[in-house]
């Protein structure tokens, strides 16, 4: 099964796929689809849509996982 992975973010989307055959993995492609940050937010979105559908029409993955997103205000270090 091939299974496409999703690191969303606005400036930088990481994306992988991962064959998958019994117990074993065998990475297939991955890669970052970045957006200038000068870009307005609604056509940043459009080009990281337009990436990953074009990962979707070449490779065809059967299932697809996104890592949730996380936001934090004032959050601190140590």
């Known amino acids: 099964m091939l ?9 930088t989307t990481g994306y992988g796929l ?7 993995l065998t990475p297939v ?3 970052v689809l970045r957006t200038p940050a000068n ?5 940043r979105l459009v080009q990281i849509h337009r990436g990953l559908q074009e990962l ?7 299932a697809a996982a996104v890592e949730e997103l996380f936001f ?3 959050a601190r270090t140590a």
């Open 3 to 11: 299974v496409l992975g999703i690191d969303p973010g606005l400036a």
């Open 18 to 24: 991962v064959e998958g055959d019994g117990h074993r």
């Open 29 to 31: 492609a991955y890669g």
């Open 39 to 43: 870009m307005p937010t609604a056509d």
């Open 56 to 62: 979707l029409d070449r490779y065809r993955p059967q």
């Open 72 to 74: 934090a205000t004032n």
